[in-house]
């Protein structure tokens, strides 16, 4: 088992930054991909940024590429997601998730464990 706890969110103004963590405990997080979704109201939920279990690479989601970094550091079990110039199309629960793979998946299937998200609200 894989518990993972989120942190980070907020309200924060257009075109502000926040920094989103997700710590794990249980098993070996190194040899899990990490992976960040989100899902708004009334809306499915959706891939946002992935990193590979050794951090070569990365992959993120058309909407956020160029404004959002996701990052790990195996030592201390965790995984952030810094965002900068957010919009108000970004407000939603962020979930991080981890999948035992050696790739980047991008679908929720793939994903063995959750946490249990944690709110970004984005004002215009």
């Known amino acids: 088992q894989v518990q993972l706890v989120e942190s980070g969110g907020g309200l924060v103004q257009a075109g502000g930054s926040l920094r989103l963590s997700c710590a794990a405990s249980?098993?070996?997080?190194?040899?899990?991909?990490m992976g960040w979704f989100r899902q708004a109201p009334g809306k499915e939920r959706e891939f946002v940024a992935v990193i590979s279990w050794n951090s070569d690479t990365k992959y993120y989601a058309d909407s956020v590429k160029g404004r959002f970094t996701i990052s790990r550091d195996n030592a201390k079990n965790t995984v952030y997601l810094q965002m900068n110039s957010l919009e108000p199309e970004d407000t939603a629960v962020y979930y991080c998730a981890c999948a035992r793979s050696l790739g980047i998946p991008r679908s929720t299937v793939s994903y063995n464990y959750w946490g249990q998200g944690t709110q970004v609200t984005v004002s215009s």
């Open positions: 249980g098993r070996s997080f190194s040899n899990y991909a």
